[in-house]
């Protein structure tokens, strides 16, 4: 099966500084998706950004942008001028390509902005 | 609304007693999936549906555990004789999949928090 590490249970930013949070994977396959998801208190997890293994291109989405490191399998996610609305649990997520359809999340990262 | 729902969204309950959780996917989306979240941990699956059908039940962790989706929108999840390691937070997802290949993005409902006592 495949797993997902996130290292760093606890991670604290200045708004409006910039924030890196880590995420490796373990996968023998060649065709996968990786997914940062954020969960507010409100308990609903809601899509930050995706990233396509086939693509070389790191993923960006406004204020969020990835650095997908392949060889390496790791999956880091940057947030850029933090708001504190940011504030939230942090979850890497993995799934299969193809007909794949279970998503494989870490541990998470819980993110403090600091005003 | 547009989103997933769940209902309800606390659920207090004895040990042993049977509890059902409802998810109201997306609509349009014929793939759902239920995912627990334990205290300090990241949704493990549970179960994957595409359409009406138990696509994927791998996940469920013994035969306590029961899904059903009856006409292909809304699912219950059902646990019997629950158990105090039963309490966690339920998530449902659904997704749009793309006819003969993978399934899209996953969105989440807000989830059911149960509490076993």
């Known amino acids: 099966a495949q797993t997902v590490t996130q290292s760093q249970p606890e991670m604290s930013v200045q708004e409006a500084e910039t924030v890196t949070l880590s995420c490796t994977y373990d996968t023998s396959e060649s065709d996968y998706y990786l997914f940062w998801y954020k969960q507010p208190p409100s308990r609903q997890m809601i899509l930050v950004i995706r990233q396509e293994a086939y693509k070389q291109q790191n993923a960006t989405e406004n204020r969020f942008s990835v650095n997908f490191q392949k060889a390496a399998k790791s999956f880091s996610l940057k947030i850029s001028d933090s708001q504190l609305g940011d504030a939230a649990m942090y979850f890497c997520?993995?799934?299969?390509?193809?007909?794949?359809?279970?998503?494989?999340f870490g541990t998470g990262t819980s993110l403090t902005v600091i005003p | 609304g547009a989103g997933v729902s769940q209902t309800p969204s606390n659920k207090v309950t004895e040990k042993g007693k049977y509890v059902e959780l409802r998810c109201d996917p997306i609509s349009g989306h014929t793939a759902l999936y239920w995912y627990r979240q334990s205290l300090g941990q990241g949704p493990e699956f549970l179960i994957y549906?595409?359409?009406?059908?138990?696509?994927?039940d791998s996940g469920l962790p013994n035969d306590r555990f029961f899904a059903v989706r009856p006409e292909g929108s809304v699912s219950t999840l059902k646990i019997q004789r629950t158990e105090r390691g039963d309490s966690a937070v339920y998530l449902c997802?659904?997704?749009?999949?793309?006819?003969?290949?993978?399934?899209?993005?996953?969105?989440f409902g807000p989830g059911t928090r149960l509490t076993v006592l």
């Open positions: 549906f595409q359409g009406t059908g138990a696509a994927d």
């Open positions: 997520a993995y799934r299969s390509g193809g007909t794949g359809n279970q998503f494989y």
């Open positions: 997802a659904s997704s749009y999949r793309i006819a003969g290949g993978p399934t899209d993005t996953q969105y």
